[in-house]
């Protein structure tokens, strides 16, 4: 099945850095790659998610990116904010998402 | 919006309880899950199902149990709780048709 590798397992950056964190998967056959945050106390939420016909997506300051050779893919964060504080999960699956698996977890603190 | 909701916040039970954790979702998806979140481990699936009456193990369904008699509810069973079941768990939902998993407020629960 599946396997989902995600580093750094804790990242802290100044307020107003760029905070990167990357994922490695292991099924090629994998075409749906989210990210979910989670806020202290609070339930995943995603935040932005790509499909591998695409290399590349924008949301304002979230950034993701996919490279389908190398089955990797990056969540770019630009101009952090305190609020951005939390944890955060990539993910990947085939279509239907019932196969869908999680890597451990990134802990992103912002210090203002 | 979706509601995804779990019977309970927090729960304390004894070794060798039979404990039921519920969750209720109100947007008729036909996909609901079952994860246990420990830190460092991320989200680890326990057991899914796509349909009423219908489920699949996950990566770690030993000492679990799951039932879906109606589509808005899923039930996980742990048969005899151990301390080793100590955690949080989440619950998710999706539709047939997209990936995007859905999470519940989660159960955190302490096995003494």
């Known amino acids: 099945g599946e396997n989902v590798e995600q580093h750094p397992s804790t990242l802290s950056v100044q307020e107003g850095d760029s905070a990167v964190i990357k994922c490695t998967y292991s099924?090629?056959?994998?075409?749906?790659f989210p990210w979910y945050k989670q806020e202290l106390g609070k339930r995943p939420q995603l935040i932005i998610d790509i499909r591998s016909n695409v290399g590349e997506k924008k949301d304002q300051r979230i950034a993701v990116t996919l490279n389908k050779t190398a089955k990797h893919f990056s969540l770019h964060i630009t101009e952090t904010q305190p609020e951005d504080s939390a944890v955060y999960f990539c993910?990947?699956?085939?279509?239907?998402?019932?196969?869908?698996?999680f890597g451990a977890g990134t802990r992103l603190t912002v210090k203002p | 919006d979706v509601k995804v909701t779990q019977s309970s916040r927090y729960l304390v039970k004894r070794t060798g309880e039979k404990v039921f954790l519920e969750c209720v979702q109100d947007?008729?998806?036909?996909?609901m899950f079952w994860y246990r979140q420990d830190p460092g481990l991320g989200l680890r699936l326990i057991y899914f199902s796509y349909d009423v009456k219908m489920k699949e193990k996950g990566d770690i369904p030993e000492g679990y149990s799951v039932s879906r008699e109606k589509k808005e509810r899923f039930s996980l069973i742990l048969e005899s709780a151990s301390t080793n079941q100590t955690s949080m768990y989440l619950c998710?939902?999706?539709?047939?048709?997209?990936?995007?998993?859905?999470f519940g407020p989660g159960t955190r629960l302490l096995v003494l």
């Open positions: 993910a990947a699956s085939k279509w239907g998402g019932n196969d869908m698996r």
């Open positions: 947007m008729d998806h036909e996909n």
């Open positions: 998710a939902s999706s539709t047939g048709s997209e990936e995007t998993q859905y």
């Open positions: 099924d090629s056959a994998s075409n749906y």
